[in-house]
């Protein structure tokens, strides 16, 4: 028993010995009963920033706050996902597509170099791993609970489909997004001017990261490609007209506001499999609508929950 005890000591020490030499671990948030600590918020930082290198063009304030609002939304989620599928985690393992985004996001070749990137940031490809395997189960939640509630006008698609069909080429964007909510009794206005003086002061990327609740947010909101027909109507009109390197006025869904910029484009040419459109058309808009539903429950969520910050 001597023996095991020893053991859990010394692996106790090297743990915290490594946080130690990083710098004071220090309690920075509580979540209920989960603690989020000093070091854990310096390790988002720099995750943060691997994933949205533009992030060191701002203040380390704002970005230890960004940080530390990322570890409360992963904190409560991971809560839910404990609550809700009984400490099974982990329903989708698939990180694969997510992975190879990234690197494409991150212009490199492939995860060998991703690895050797991640090294610069002191964080490794386990770190981001773990993001995405929650960021998988708590998909899985909403999925279960709101699949049956989403209804998809398939005659409306089918119709899309066929008008496109009569074009020789569409348009593709390269889109990244800012997903926010009025808050705080502001105005829509007020919000939005807030939006704007943050693009102008620090870039649209970073605004995201300050801003959006979607979860591109982490990535500097980037989308990447999307067809016109992969768009919807009223996406679609609000993109007319938009510039490169230029950006919407807020487009409203539901409770929240959409901010999309376009950051290159292209006109490709039409071929269309008819039925593999309708099933990658029903997907979009069911995933569109999923993540809405995701936004709501986890506000619920947390209004529930205790987050103490004032240590």
Do not use: C, H
């Not at 006109?267 to 539903?293: G, H, Q, Y």
């Amino acid at each position: 028993m001597f023996k095991y005890k020893f053991i859990f000591i010394i692996i106790s020490f090297f743990i915290f010995q490594e946080a130690a030499n990083t710098s004071q671990v220090d309690i920075a948030v509580k979540v209920n009963e989960e603690i989020i600590t000093s070091y854990d918020v310096k390790k988002e930082m720099n995750i943060l920033l691997a994933l949205n290198n533009q992030l060191k063009n701002i203040e380390k304030d704002k970005l230890q706050n960004i940080a530390k609002n990322s570890l409360i939304k992963e904190t409560i989620r991971k809560l839910e996902i404990q609550r809700v599928l009984n400490n099974k985690g982990n329903v989708n393992n698939n990180v694969d597509p997510v992975i190879e985004n990234l690197i494409s996001n991150l212009n490199l070749k492939n995860e060998e170099e991703f690895k050797e990137y991640l090294k610069n940031y002191n964080i490794s490809i386990n770190d981001i791993i773990e993001k995405i395997k929650i960021e998988n189960d708590w998909k899985a939640i909403i999925y279960q609970k709101y699949i049956n509630k989403i209804e998809i006008d398939k005659k409306k698609i089918r119709n899309k489909i066929s008008e496109l069909k009569k074009k020789s080429f569409q348009v593709e964007f390269n889109l990244s997004e800012i997903l926010f909510q009025i808050q705080n009794n502001n105005t829509l206005e007020q919000t939005y001017e807030e939006i704007l003086q943050s693009i102008n002061d620090i870039g649209f990327e970073n605004t995201a990261n300050i801003f959006s609740i979607a979860d591109s947010s982490n990535k500097g909101g980037k989308i990447g490609w999307i067809k016109e027909s992969n768009l919807s109507k009223v996406i679609e009109k609000n993109l007319i007209g938009v510039e490169v390197n230029k950006y919407t006025k807020p487009i409203k869904l539901g409770n929240n506001f959409l901010i999309l910029k376009v950051n290159d484009l292209r006109n490709i040419n039409i071929e269309i499999d008819e039925e593999e459109e309708m099933e990658k058309l029903i997907f979009i808009e069911t995933s569109a609508k999923l993540e809405r539903f995701s936004n709501i429950y986890y506000n619920k969520i947390k209004l529930n929950t205790s987050i103490q910050d004032d240590f």
